[in-house]
Structure formats: C-alpha cells, structure tokens
C-alpha cells in the first residue's frame, strides 16, 4: 500500500512525527508531502519545512518527503498513492476532515482517506500553538524535536 500523509507541516511537531510513525509502520511506502498553495501565510518556507521533515524522518526507510501544490487529489493520483492519511486529535477536527474527504471521494473513487487518532500525549499539539507559545517565550521542549525548537525561536525572535 503507497499512503500519502499531506500537510501544512509548518513547522513538524512530535504529533506529525508520531502520525508518521505509525503510517510507515501500515504502508510499504509513506510520501509525507509538504502543501505548497499558499506559501505566504507560512511562518516557514517551503524548503525549511522539508528540511524539518527530512531530518526527522530519516530513520523511517520507507517515508519520503515531498511537496506539491494544487489539488491533493490530482497529487495523489499523480504518484498512485492507495490512500491518503490524515490525523484526528478532537471533535473540531472532523468536520473540516470529513468534508475534505468527502470531497476528495467524489474527485476520485479509488483513493481512501484513512484517519489515525493522535496519541492522546499529543492531541493538545498543533504547529500554530507552539508558535504562539514561542512567541510569548514559553517552554516547548517535548513538543517538538530540539533543533526545530531553536528554528521556531529564533524565527519568532526575528519577527
Ligand atoms: P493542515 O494545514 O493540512 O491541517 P497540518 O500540518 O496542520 O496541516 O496537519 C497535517 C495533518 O496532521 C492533519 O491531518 C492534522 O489533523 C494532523 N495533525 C496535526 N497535529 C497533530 C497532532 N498533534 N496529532 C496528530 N495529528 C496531528
């Protein structure tokens, strides 16, 4: 099974990583694949994001990072993925994903969205919260690897 996992991933926090590790271990291949629409509104740009996703990713031997732009469907069918990975942390995740995925039913049968519960170590966690929390100087270690802590601050600090 080829399973893509898309996101804003802006940046990649130990939800993400841990959604990632438990999809790798259910698919032969994971493309983790970075959205690249709107670009602007990012804190990080889209070759930070990818370097965050390599560098975390490269003990998963069967996980690649990608990023694309435009429909997630049409990327999807593009590199024949069987399904697609989202995560669900709360209630408030699931009508924005239930209409993504039914949406993305209706643009192509063959591609299912599989949903994987957050470990509940994580489902508190988004990319936005840690920035808000960095932005008020808060501790953010255990949310998100060490290195990607010292992005997150000094890009905060810089703004
Ligand atoms: P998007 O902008 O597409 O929602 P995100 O990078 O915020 O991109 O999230 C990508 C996917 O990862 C989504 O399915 C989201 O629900 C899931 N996700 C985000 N944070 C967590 C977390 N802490 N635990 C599990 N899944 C998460």
């Not at 999809?23 to 990818?50: C, G, I, P, W």
């Not at 949406?103 to 994987?116: D, H, R």
Request: hydrophobic letters at 45%; a negative charge.
């Amino acid at each position: 099974m080829r399973a893509i996992y898309p996101g804003s991933f802006d940046p990649v926090t130990n939800g993400h990583i841990d959604i990632i590790k438990r999809a790798s271990m259910l698919s032969d291949e994971l493309y983790v694949a970075v959205l690249t629409n709107s670009d602007k509104s990012q804190t990080f740009s889209v070759e930070e994001r990818l370097r965050f996703l390599e560098s975390v990713t490269n003990e998963f031997p069967n996980v690649k990072i990608v990023f694309f732009d435009g429909l997630l469907i049409d990327y999807a069918k593009k590199i024949n993925a069987d399904v697609i990975i989202r995560g669900l942390r709360a209630v408030s995740d699931y009508e924005y994903e239930l209409q993504m995925a039914i949406a993305n039913k209706k643009l192509c049968q063959e591609i299912e969205t599989l949903f994987m519960v957050s470990d509940s170590k994580w489902s508190f966690l988004s990319s936005s919260l840690v920035k808000e929390i960095a932005m008020f100087g808060g501790d953010l270690h255990g949310m998100l690897p060490d290195f990607i802590i010292n992005e997150v601050e000094a890009k905060v600090r810089r703004r």
